[in-house]
C-alpha cells in the first residue's frame, strides 16, 4: 500500500514539473524566439519609451487624433465606493456592456453618441459606421474599422490644418487587411494612426 502512495506522489511531482513548469517554461521560450514583440506585449515606442500597446486602445478625445471605438469599462469611483465611474480601456478590468439591441439603455446610449458624432464631425459624410456609436465585446479595441477611420477625416484634416487627401492617404496606409487574407476584417489601430499623424507634422516644412 505504501509502495502505491509513493508511486502516485511520484507521479503527481514529475508530471507538476513536466507539465506546470517545464511546458510553460518551453513555450515562453519559443515565443521570446519566434514572436519577441507580441510575447512581450506588442508594446510600441516612440522617442524611446513606451506609449502603449497594440493590442489596447487608448481614449483619444482631441479633434486633432482619430478616437477609437466606445469602451464600456467602469470601475469604482475613488470619491464614492458605492459607485462606479468610466475607466475606458481599463486592461486590468475588461468587459463588455452586455445590453441587447432592444435595451433603452443601449439605444440612448448609441443615440446619444451619434449626436455627438455629429457635432464632432460636422464635415463628414455618409452614414455612421456602428463601430464608432457601439462598444466591444472586451471594452479594450485598438482597431476600428476603415470606414470609422475615413469618417473622422474631414475633422482631423480641419484641426491640425492639413488636406483630406493627405490624411486620407495615411490612413490608407495605416490599413491592415484580413489576417492570412481570409481571417477577421479590414482595420486600423488607432494609436499606430495617431503616432503617424504626428510625425506627419514633424515632417511638414
Known amino acids: 500500500m505504501i509502495q502505491y502512495f509513493k508511486q502516485a506522489i511520484l507521479v503527481t511531482l514529475v508530471l507538476t514539473v513536466l507539465c506546470g513548469l517545464g511546458y510553460s517554461l518551453a513555450m515562453t521560450g519559443l515565443a521570446e524566439v519566434i514572436f519577441p514583440s507580441q510575447a512581450h506585449g506588442s508594446l510600441i515606442e516612440r522617442d524611446g519609451k513606451v506609449v502603449g500597446s497594440a493590442l489596447i486602445g487608448q481614449n483619444f478625445t482631441g479633434p486633432e487624433y482619430f ?12 470619491k464614492d465606493p458605492t459607485k462606479t465611474v468610466p475607466t475606458p480601456y481599463d486592461a486590468g478590468n475588461s468587459a463588455a456592456s452586455n445590453a441587447a439591441p432592444t435595451s433603452k439603455g443601449m439605444i440612448d446610449d448609441v443615440t446619444g453618441r451619434v449626436d455627438a458624432l455629429k457635432k464632432e464631425n460636422p464635415d463628414a459624410t455618409g452614414p455612421i459606421p456602428v ?6 465585446g472586451s471594452g479594450l479595441d485598438p482597431d ?3 470606414a470609422a477611420a475615413a469618417y473622422q477625416v474631414p475633422r482631423v484634416a480641419a484641426a491640425r490644418g492639413s488636406t483630406v487627401a493627405d490624411i486620407a492617404r495615411l490612413v490608407e496606409a495605416n490599413t491592415a487587411g484580413r489576417t492570412l487574407g481570409v481571417l477577421g476584417e479590414a482595420r486600423v489601430n488607432v494609436l499606430r494612426l495617431n503616432l503617424a499623424l504626428d510625425e506627419l507634422k514633424k515632417k511638414s516644412p
Open 131 to 136: 463601430d464608432l456609436v457601439t462598444t466591444s
Open 67 to 78: 478616437h477609437p471605438r466606445p469602451s464600456a469599462i467602469s470601475g469604482t469611483d475613488p
Open 144 to 146: 476600428i474599422s476603415p
